[in-house]
Each structure stands twice: as structure tokens, then as C-alpha cells.
């Protein structure tokens, strides 16, 4: 199965107030491929994911989505060009109730949702359709992952950036989700970019992964890699 | 029978004051809630309002269209001074205070060099009714039906339509809000725009009720100011509850010591409510919640 470059990214620089971050990364996402970007503690991570749905202007370089250069494209149409931005620490909107939170959704394909298509976000989490008309502040962190997750579900997104969603949760919701982004990769050919630094759930979603240090990609792997407790210490640990 | 003819007089009295303070302060609320900008030009957009529903009233159209024309009048000069002047201030809430006040200003002074020190009004329609030996105004009543529809308007606005539930995701997390796909410069727009149209909203009701001067907006903006700092961010939890407050005391020492003192009694009431509730009752509200 031979498929096209969805998202790349060529010598791709960006930092904070002059102070660069990213110093030239490089990489490539091939459509319905999950990919993991893995590093230790303040390496870029975040601040690639930020860069390529377009919160961060970048310094340098570019990123290309479809074969298109979007540097000079606002986050809000980047979304509507079909990626779902799952930040770290999930944002929901507190005050929102889960519903709504997920309406807000819909803007990333500017679209209704079906009746049909909000079924099948709440069987992959049935707990949001217990709490629909909650706020979601009120929810608890594995939960607002949930809904963070379902709420980029509602835009049909061809891509998926997911930002350490294991962050801060059960163990046992940390399989959850990450059995069933595989299974929407499966049966939808979501492609799914995540930052991860844990490793079952790397090697429960991951088909390959970068290795980002110091602003830089440093190698790609195979999760199978990190079995081995020496790769392990020298790609993650502090 | 007295005892009542006196009740029913506090209670008109409560609701006029009611009415005036959510209507003048409604704008102003949602401009600074939703937005965190402190816009004194607020009396400037009700003076629009105003002149806007007196002239087309007086070119023959019906007292409701004509209020509706200086709502949208407001509006639309509000959208485009959002784009002009608000917009490249959003991270600089001290320079959007200088730079709406100097709208104030620019304002007030053209529309003096232009149209004159006085507008010609329209007449308070629907003349008045007795209860016992008093006479009440029915347009005053009609106003205090326009306030609570107002309200009621609102609160369906932002929460049962998608613009208000985006609206909403916008203040709370910008950032998140744009990264999902929402234009979160037309919804600041917008919602500058519908902040702008509900003073000149104010401003078309109030018009057959004052005389039109270029400087009349500031005889509701200090009882907007009032209103929202009491009330707080938040529009429904705040500003209706701190307007019912303040008319309450603002009646009653009225008609207890006359209008200076209810004024006063308003400022009194300021300074108590920041001393103990320094974000308002629905700051309060919301703590409490949480
Ligand atoms: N908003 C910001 N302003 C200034 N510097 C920042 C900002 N966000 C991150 N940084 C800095 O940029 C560098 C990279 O941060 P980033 O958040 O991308 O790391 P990360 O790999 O995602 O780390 P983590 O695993 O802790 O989430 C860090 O040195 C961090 O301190
Ligand atoms: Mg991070």
C-alpha cells in the first residue's frame, strides 16, 4: 500500500520571542499513518504540534500540508483544512458544557454533525453521552482527554495531532485510548501525529516514531525499539 | 389603600430604575465580559442610537423601526470601529481605554460641529395611566418589557444558538477556540458590533424620553459603569442581578430623599461591592461554584 505525503515539514524553525526552539525539522507523514513524536522533557515537542497547526508562526522553513505551503496560514483555516489539534493538558473549554465543547467541533469542517456521526463519538466514549450537559471543567482529566479527543471526532479531520494525552491519567484510560485511535485510524484512515512519552502507549498506537532532542529530529524508529530498556533511557529518560 | 398606591409607585419606580440600568449597562457588559475591553465610548454609541431613532422617526418611520434603525446604526459603527482602533490593541487593555476615549471625544465634538448643540426629539408616546391618585407612564412600562425581553433575548442568543456557544468557547480559551476553526476575529467583531448595537439599542428607547444633545450618553454611562463593575464579567449572572440590586436602592432612596441621593446611594453602593466583592456578584457567584 503505497500512499501520498500528507503532512511534511522541511527545515522547520520556530521559537518563542526570538529564542528558537525547532532548528530544522524535518518530517514526513504519509496518509493514514500513525506517528509518534518522542523526546525527553522540553526538547520541542509541543512546540512542533504548535507550529504545525499554526499557533506558533514559524522562524524558518516550512510546513506543507497536501502538498501546500500553509506557512502564512491562520490556525483557524489550517483546521478547516482538515487537522484536529488535541492539545497537552486538553484545554476543553471549562464553562462549556460537554455538548457544547463538542459543537465547537464542527468548525473544523464548518458542518452538522449527524445524529449518526455524534453516535458513534459517544460509543467510543460512552462516558461523554452520560455527561453531555455537564460543564467539562467540572470533568476529570482522563475525561476531558475524551473529550478533547471527541471534539476534534466532530470535524472529520483527516489529521489528528495528539499532544501527550496520556498526560496526567489512569492507566487503564491511557489503553482505552489508545486502542480505540487505532481503531479509528483503522476503520476511518485517520492519519494521527502524537507526542508520547509513554511506552505502552507508544507501542500500543505507534507505526514508527521521530526522535526529537535539542530542536531537532535525531532518529526514527520503530517502537518495537523501545523494548529495550538501554533505547528507552537514551530516547526518553531525563 | 394608600399603603398599596405607595407600594405600587416603589415598584414602578424599582422597575424603571431597572430598566435603565440594564439596557444602558447590557452593551458595555458584554463588550467588557466577552472581551476584557473597557469601552468609553459606550455613551457615544447610545448618543447614536438615539439620533439615529429620533431622525428616522421624525422621516415617518414607526417608533419601533426607528428604534431598530438605531440599533443597527450603533452597531455597524461599532463593527468598524472594532477594526479600526480596537483590533491592533487586543493585547493592551490601558491603550483600548485611551483609544475609546478618544473616540468619545472625536465623537461628542463632530456630532456638536455637525448637528448642532440640541437635536430635535420625538414625543413619549402612549401617554399614562392611574393607579389611585398617581399617573404612571405606559412607555415607561413599555421599557421595562423591552428590558427584560432584552435579557431574555440574550441569554437564548448565547446559549441555545451556534454563534453564542462559539462566542463563549472564544473567551474562555482563545487560542483553542482558533485552532479548532473558528474565526475568532469575526466573532470579536461581532460581538463588539452587538455590544455597540444594545447601547444604541438603549440609546433608540431611551430617545423619546430625553432631550438629544451631543453629550447625552453620558447620563448613562456612569449607571452602566455602576452596573457592571457590581455585576461583574458575566452578563446573566452579573449585570441582571446587580441592575435589580441597584434599582432597588436606587428607588428607594429616591423617593425617600430625591434623585441626588439615589445617585449618590449608587456610588455608595460601588464602593461597598468592590471593598467586598472585588469581581462583581457573578465573580462571586462563579467561586462559589467552583
Ligand atoms: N510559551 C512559551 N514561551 C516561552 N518559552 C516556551 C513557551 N513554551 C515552551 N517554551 C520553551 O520552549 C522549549 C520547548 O518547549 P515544549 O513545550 O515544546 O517542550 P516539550 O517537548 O513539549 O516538553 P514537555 O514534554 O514537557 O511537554 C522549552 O525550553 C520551554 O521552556
Ligand atoms: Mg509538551
Known amino acids: ?238 | 389603600m394608600t399603603v398599596y398606591y405607595t407600594l405600587f409607585t416603589f415598584l414602578y419606580q424599582t422597575g424603571d430604575a431597572f430598566a435603565f440600568l440594564v439596557l444602558s449597562a447590557c452593551g458595555l457588559a458584554i463588550i467588557f465580559g466577552m472581551m476584557g475591553v473597557i469601552n468609553l465610548a459606550h455613551g457615544e454609541f447610545i448618543m447614536c442610537g438615539a439620533y439615529v431613532c429620533a431622525a428616522s422617526a421624525r422621516a415617518g418611520l414607526p417608533l419601533p423601526l426607528a428604534v431598530l434603525a438605531g440599533a443597527l446604526a450603533a452597531g455597524a459603527a461599532g463593527m468598524l470601529i472594532e477594526r479600526i482602533v480596537i483590533r491592533p490593541l487586543y493585547d493592551r487593555p490601558l491603550d483600548t481605554i485611551v483609544a475609546t476615549w478618544g473616540v468619545s471625544m472625536i465623537v461628542t465634538q463632530s456630532t456638536l460641529i455637525l448637528l448642532g448643540s440640541t437635536m430635535p426629539g420625538t414625543g413619549t408616546p402612549f401617554g399614562s395611566f392611574a393607579v389611585g391618585p398617581y399617573s404612571y407612564s405606559i412607555y415607561r412600562v413599555v421599557l421595562m418589557g423591552a428590558a427584560l425581553a432584552t435579557l431574555g433575548l440574550l441569554w437564548l442568543g448565547f446559549t441555545r444558538t451556534r454563534f453564542g456557544v462559539l462566542a463563549r468557547a472564544t473567551i474562555q480559551v482563545p487560542h483553542i477556540a482558533q485552532a479548532l476553526g473558528v474565526n475568532t476575529g469575526l466573532v470579536y467583531s461581532l460581538t463588539f458590533g452587538l455590544g455597540a448595537a444594545l447601547a444604541g439599542l438603549a440609546g433608540g428607547l431611551y430617545a423619546p424620553t430625553m432631550t438629544l444633545v451631543p453629550t447625552m450618553g453620558s447620563a448613562f454611562v456612569v449607571e452602566a459603569f455602576v452596573t457592571v463593575v457590581v455585576g461583574g464579567a458575566d452578563i446573566f449572572l452579573g449585570t441582571a442581578p446587580a441592575a435589580l440590586v441597584l434599582g432597588i436602592i436606587k428607588a428607594a432612596l429616591t423617593s425617600w430623599q430625591g434623585q441626588l441621593a439615589g445617585q449618590i446611594g449608587l456610588l455608595v453602593a460601588v464602593i461597598i461591592v468592590i471593598r467586598i466583592l472585588p469581581r462583581g456578584i457573578s465573580g462571586w457567584i462563579l467561586r462559589e461554584r467552583a
Open chain 1, 1 to 238: 500500500m503505497r500512499s501520498e505525503v500528507l503532512l511534511n515539514t522541511v527545515g522547520l524553525w520556530s521559537g518563542y520571542g526570538g529564542k528558537p526552539v525547532l532548528q530544522g525539522v524535518d518530517i514526513n507523514v504519509r496518509e493514514g499513518e500513525i506517528v509518534a513524536v518522542i523526546g525527553r522533557n522540553g526538547v520541542g515537542k509541543s512546540t512542533l504540534m504548535k507550529s504545525l497547526i499554526g499557533l506558533l508562526a514559524r522562524d524558518k522553513g516550512s510546513v506543507i500540508f497536501r502538498g501546500e505551503e500553509i506557512d502564512t496560514v491562520p490556525a483557524y483555516k489550517r483546521a478547516r483544512l482538515g487537522i484536529g489539534y488535541v492539545p497537552q493538558g486538553r484545554d476543553v473549554f471549562p464553562r462549556l458544557s460537554v455538548m457544547e465543547n463538542l459543537l465547537v467541533g464542527e468548525s473544523i469542517n464548518g458542518q452538522r454533525a449527524s445524529r449518526d456521526q455524534i453516535e458513534s463519538i459517544f460509543s467510543y466514549f460512552p462516558i461523554l453521552k452520560e455527561r453531555r450537559n455537564q460543564p467539562a471543567g467540572t470533568m476529570s482529566g482522563g475525561q476531558q482527554q475524551q473529550l478533547a479527543i471527541a471534539r476534534v471526532l466532530m470535524g472529520k479531520p483527516a489529521l489528528i495531532l495528539l499532544d501527550e494525552p496520556s498526560e496526567g491519567i489512569q492507566p487503564n484510560i491511557v489503553q482505552d485510548i489508545a486502542r480505540i485511535m487505532v481503531e479509528l485510524n483503522k476503520s476511518t484512515g485517520v492519519t494521527i501525529v502524537f507526542v508520547e512519552q509513554n511506552i505502552d502507549m507508544i507501542r500500543a498506537m505507534a507505526q514508527r516514531c521521530y526522535v526529537i532532542d535539542k530542536g531537532r529530529i535525531t532518529n526514527e524508529i520503530m517502537p518495537e525499539t523501545l523494548e529495550d530498556r538501554d533505547a528507552v533511557r537514551r530516547y526518553l529518560a531525563v
